[in-house]
């Protein structure tokens, strides 16, 4: 009895123990996660308040230089971004309003900052009353000073907010010496890159196109990398969303059971993976079990036969993980699949082994001493096994089995020596309750660490007589080490996969983010002295321009329409950076009506030219309907722009299905070009006629091949010189 006792007490310690371990564990992620969450939402409060704060300075900035740019030159246009900052400046500080509601401090400032902007409108708008009226009474006000130094009392107070939003996060979060040193490393190098922007413009236009390029190449080649990784892992891969229907899954479990993606994806449920009765059993407890899953985050070792698209079935092991949103709604799950055929065989063939065993000891238990020949057979020919047969004076009568020799032991010794002579005292206080049991009439199978560190998988079989006396137990052991190092690689491979698709998902979001701040800086920081050039070229040309002789006269032409150009050529370059990241939403639209739409704006600045017309079948179409207006929007004014020329213009648009494919056209009567250059057509800055001949940036065609491309689709282009050309482009139909 005692040591029963401390058998027993050896093992509830070690359960206790391994409960400590997991609950332990369970609380550093917790809190781990807590404290990342805690301070992402930090920065993210502070990232809004910082980007508001800039709007804001940035529109009564812009305010302040149109009403400048109208002081001067008088025209009207320079009063655009007075007029258009109205709405979204309200916006800005109604935002800043729920930003810091919470802090009586920054509530004070919003309304100190409100009181300002509005101050700020009232002074500008008596400038520009004042100007309409004379330019000297303008410029006397502006000479005062007074909308600089409202203006300088918005800087201070955004700065205020944006310091106070600054320390209040480093009070509350502390950030790694490695994190500041990036941080710091990072603004040097984007402070640098603003440098060599001033001062090479077009240069760093092209190499920052080029670097993005190369980046985009770095990144994409990394995802496919990771795809290939995730798709082509030894065990399979799914997630569910909300509903349980199946978003994400890999090629692994793909060719497993036998469907493509299109089949599954947002179209099939877990439960339609599972074979009728694993259906109906995951479908009765559903409710409860889920809700288990919910709480703990994680489910493993869940046993189901899945059924493959020919209808056949295998078995397979699942272990799921919860991902939660901040509120702690699920929003889908990361699961891994074992295909546990090879392993059901096993274990089948283990049972079947067990079963054949059981019953030749049965068979020959009353003739135990004339059978030990068949027990010396059965066990020389199952490897990595072994048979013991002990007596009730625990004298081992029987020990046959290649694994008894690689644990260490000697058979021949063994045979009518005690158990406890031959093994460890340790070993002995566990083997002997098992024998109590099993002369008592039990079975036990339980698995265990050889002395050899295997692990192994022993059944213990009582063994009795006609009188149904137990008069032996006989011990089988087979060795699983190869199954549970399989196991083990299988999840190590498991974790490897998942560190390298977030790794992958950091430095994707680090390029975005570099992105998105270069293209602000050039919308923000090039667009004002356009405008100031643009302002005193005008000036220039109202107040002086009969005073300039001819060569004057057109180099002033000259500056307006090329600092108009580089306007537009700065917002095409930025409308092809972020074309890119947009993400597509596609649905089912008329492409008639929208191309014929998009002609009929066009048509109305062409004022008294002949054009005809035509419009053959235009399918409808399933895709971005925003973008694909911009498509529209460049084919069709580029035919109108090089048919120009023509006495009559012809325009025909169309479309005709090939494959899975429908294709659209648009065919003019104009220039045409040479189709040795037809390469070129899609390029960035690529133009196979001068400026002098036609207008235009360089740059339509290309974000036309960006927006196809991303679509699925291809462009392509025919035509001959002074006899027009084509311009194509396809898109799936579903």
Same mark, same amino acid.
């Given at each position: 009895? #005692?040591?029963?006792?401390?058998?027993? $007490?050896?093992?509830?310690?070690?359960?206790?123990?391994?409960?400590?371990? +997991?609950?332990?564990?369970?609380?550093?992620?917790? /809190?781990?996660?807590?404290?990342?969450?805690?301070?992402?939402?930090? /920065?993210?409060?502070?990232?809004?308040?910082?980007?508001?704060? #800039?709007?804001?300075?940035?529109?009564?900035?812009?305010?302040?230089? @149109?009403?400048?740019?109208?002081?001067?030159?008088?025209?009207?246009?320079?009063?655009?971004?007075?007029?258009?900052?109205?709405?979204?400046?309200?916006?800005?500080?109604?935002?800043?309003?729920?930003?810091?509601?919470?802090?009586?401090?920054?509530?004070?400032?919003?309304?100190?900052?409100?009181?300002?902007?509005?101050?700020?409108?009232?002074?500008?708008?008596?400038?520009?009353?004042?100007?309409?009226?004379?330019?000297?009474?303008?410029?006397?006000?502006?000479?005062?000073?007074?909308?600089?130094?409202?203006?300088?009392?918005?800087?201070?107070?955004?700065?205020?907010?944006?310091?106070?939003?600054?320390?209040?996060?480093?009070?509350?979060?502390?950030?790694?010496?490695?994190?500041?040193?990036? %941080?710091?490393?990072?603004?040097?190098?984007?402070?640098?890159?603003?440098?060599?922007?001033?001062?090479?413009?077009?240069?760093?236009?092209?190499?920052?196109?080029?670097?993005?390029?190369?980046?985009?190449?770095?990144?994409?080649?990394?995802?496919?990398?990771?795809?290939?990784?995730?798709?082509?892992?030894?065990? @399979?891969?799914?997630?569910?969303?909300?509903?349980?229907?199946?978003?994400?899954?890999?090629?692994? +479990?793909?060719?497993?059971?036998?469907?493509?993606?299109?089949?599954?994806?947002?179209?099939? =449920?877990?439960?339609?993976?599972?074979?009728? !009765?694993?259906?109906?059993?995951?479908?009765?407890?559903?409710?409860?079990?889920?809700?288990?899953?919910?709480?703990?985050?994680?489910?493993?070792?869940?046993?189901?036969?899945?059924?493959?698209?020919?209808?056949?079935?295998?078995?397979?092991?699942?272990?799921?993980? *919860?991902?939660?949103?901040?509120?702690?709604?699920?929003?889908?799950?990361?699961?891994?699949?074992?295909?546990?055929?090879?392993?059901?065989?096993?274990?089948?063939?283990?049972?079947?082994?067990?079963?054949?065993?059981?019953?030749?000891?049965?068979?020959?238990?009353?003739?135990? *001493?004339?059978?030990? $020949?068949?027990?010396?057979?059965?066990?020389?020919?199952?490897?990595?096994?072994?048979?013991?047969?002990?007596?009730?004076?625990?004298?081992?009568?029987? *020990?046959?089995?290649?694994?008894?020799?690689?644990?260490?032991?000697?058979? *021949?010794?063994?045979?009518?020596? =005690?158990?406890?002579?031959?093994?460890?005292?340790?070993?002995?206080?566990?083997?002997?309750?098992?024998?109590?049991?099993? %002369?008592? @009439?039990?079975?036990?199978?339980?698995?265990?660490?050889?002395?050899?560190?295997?692990?192994?998988?022993?059944?213990?079989?009582?063994?009795?007589?006609?009188?149904?006396?137990?008069?032996?137990?006989?011990?089988?052991?087979?060795?699983?080490?190869?199954?549970?190092?399989?196991?083990?690689?299988?999840?190590?491979?498991?974790?490897?996969?998942?560190?390298?698709?977030?790794?992958?998902?950091?430095?994707?979001?680090?390029?975005?983010?570099?992105?998105?701040?270069?293209?602000?800086?050039?919308?923000?920081?090039?667009?004002?002295?356009?405008?100031?050039?643009?302002?005193?070229?005008? /000036?220039?040309?109202? #107040?002086?321009?009969?005073?300039?002789?001819?060569?004057?006269?057109?180099?002033?032409?000259?500056?307006?329409?090329?600092?108009?150009?580089?306007?537009?050529?700065? #917002?095409?370059? /930025?409308?092809?950076? =972020?074309?890119?990241?947009?993400?597509?939403?596609?649905?089912?639209?008329?492409?008639?009506?929208?191309?014929?739409?998009?002609?009929?704006?066009?048509?109305?600045?062409?004022?008294?030219?002949?054009?005809?017309?035509?419009?053959?079948?235009?399918?409808?179409?399933?895709?971005?309907?925003?973008?694909?207006?911009?498509?529209?929007?460049?084919?069709?004014?580029?035919?109108?722009?090089?048919?120009?020329? $023509?006495?009559?213009?012809?325009?025909?648009?169309?479309?005709?299905?090939?494959?899975?494919?429908?294709?659209?056209?648009?065919?003019?009567?104009?220039?045409?070009?040479?189709?040795?250059?037809?390469?070129?057509?899609?390029?960035?800055? !690529?133009?196979?006629?001068?400026?002098?001949?036609?207008?235009?940036?360089?740059?339509?065609?290309?974000?036309?091949?960006?927006?196809? $491309?991303?679509?699925?689709?291809?462009?392509?282009?025919?035509?001959?010189?002074?006899?027009?050309?084509?311009?194509?482009?396809?898109?799936?139909?579903?």
């Amino acid at each position: 009895m #005692d040591i029963k006792f401390y058998f027993e $007490k050896r093992v509830v310690a070690g359960f206790l123990l391994t409960v400590v371990v +997991l609950l332990t564990l369970g609380l550093f992620s917790y /809190l781990s996660t807590q404290r990342l969450i805690h301070s992402w939402s930090l /920065l993210t409060h502070q990232r809004n308040v910082l980007t508001n704060t #800039d709007l804001i300075v940035k529109h009564v900035v812009d305010m302040e230089t @149109g009403q400048r740019g109208y002081v001067i030159t008088g025209n009207e246009e320079f009063l655009e971004p007075f007029y258009h900052s109205t709405i979204p400046l309200a916006g800005y500080i109604h935002q800043l309003d729920s930003l810091t509601a919470h802090d009586t401090v920054q509530s004070k400032r919003v309304d100190t900052l409100r009181s300002l902007i509005s101050l700020q409108k009232q002074w500008t708008t008596q400038v520009i009353e004042a100007r309409r009226e004379s330019f000297e009474k303008a410029s006397t006000l502006v000479i005062e000073g007074t909308g600089k130094l409202i203006t300088d009392k918005i800087r201070q107070c955004a700065k205020r907010l944006q310091d106070w939003e600054r320390i209040a996060f480093d009070r509350n979060n502390t950030i790694t010496s490695k994190s500041i040193q990036e %941080f710091q490393y990072s603004f040097l190098g984007f402070a640098a890159g603003i440098l060599i922007i001033i001062l090479y413009l077009f240069y760093l236009i092209n190499a920052s196109l080029k670097a993005r390029l190369q980046a985009e190449a770095i990144v994409q080649a990394s995802a496919a990398e990771t795809h290939d990784l995730y798709n082509n892992a030894p065990c @399979g891969y799914f997630s569910v969303d909300r509903s349980i229907a199946i978003s994400a899954i890999n090629q692994t +479990l793909l060719n497993w059971i036998g469907y493509t993606e299109k089949e599954v994806i947002g179209k099939m =449920k877990f439960e339609d993976l599972l074979a009728p !009765q694993s259906r109906i059993d995951f479908l009765r407890t559903f409710e409860q079990d889920f809700e288990k899953y919910r709480t703990l985050g994680y489910v493993n070792d869940l046993q189901f036969d899945f059924i493959r698209k020919d209808k056949t079935i295998f078995p397979v092991s699942i272990n799921s993980t *919860a991902l939660f949103n901040e509120k702690g709604d699920f929003v889908r799950s990361r699961s891994t699949v074992f295909n546990n055929t090879e392993r059901k065989r096993i274990e089948n063939n283990i049972l079947l082994l067990n079963q054949e065993l059981e019953s030749k000891v049965e068979e020959r238990t009353r003739k135990l *001493a004339e059978s030990q $020949k068949i027990y010396k057979s059965i066990a020389s020919n199952i490897p990595g096994s072994s048979i013991t047969i002990i007596d009730r004076e625990e004298r081992y009568l029987l *020990a046959e089995g290649d694994l008894l020799e690689q644990m260490g032991f000697n058979k *021949a010794s063994m045979v009518n020596a =005690k158990v406890i002579d031959v093994i460890s005292e340790t070993r002995y206080n566990i083997i002997r309750p098992l024998l109590q049991r099993a %002369f008592a @009439g039990g079975t036990i199978i339980q698995e265990l660490k050889s002395q050899s560190g295997r692990d192994v998988v022993m059944r213990v079989v009582p063994l009795k007589d006609e009188e149904e006396y137990y008069f032996a137990v006989m011990i089988v052991l087979i060795d699983i080490s190869e199954v549970k190092k399989v196991q083990l690689e299988l999840a190590e491979l498991n974790s490897s996969l998942e560190k390298n698709v977030i790794q992958r998902t950091a430095q994707l979001n680090e390029l975005n983010q570099e992105l998105e701040a270069f293209t602000y800086s050039v919308s923000h920081d090039l667009r004002a002295p356009l405008r100031i050039i643009s302002g005193y070229s005008q /000036l220039l040309k109202e #107040d002086y321009y009969d005073k300039l002789d001819s060569e004057g006269q057109q180099l002033t032409d000259r500056i307006i329409k090329n600092a108009t150009r580089m306007g537009q050529l700065i #917002d095409d370059l /930025l409308n092809f950076s =972020k074309l890119g990241r947009v993400e597509l939403v596609r649905r089912p639209f008329n492409m008639d009506d929208l191309a014929k739409e998009v002609l009929q704006e066009l048509l109305l600045q062409e004022g008294e030219r002949t054009i005809n017309v035509t419009y053959t079948s235009i399918s409808p179409a399933f895709a971005d309907a925003s973008l694909l207006r911009q498509v529209w929007i460049n084919l069709l004014s580029n035919a109108l722009k090089y048919s120009r020329r $023509k006495e009559v213009t012809v325009i025909e648009i169309g479309s005709f299905s090939e494959g899975e494919m429908i294709c659209y056209y648009v065919r003019d009567n104009g220039a045409g070009f040479d189709m040795t250059y037809a390469d070129k057509l899609f390029r960035v800055f !690529q133009r196979l006629h001068t400026i002098a001949e036609f207008e235009g940036t360089g740059v339509g065609l290309a974000l036309v091949y960006t927006i196809i $491309k991303r679509h699925g689709g291809r462009v392509w282009a025919e035509g001959k010189p002074d006899e027009g050309a084509t311009f194509y482009f396809s898109l799936p139909a579903k």
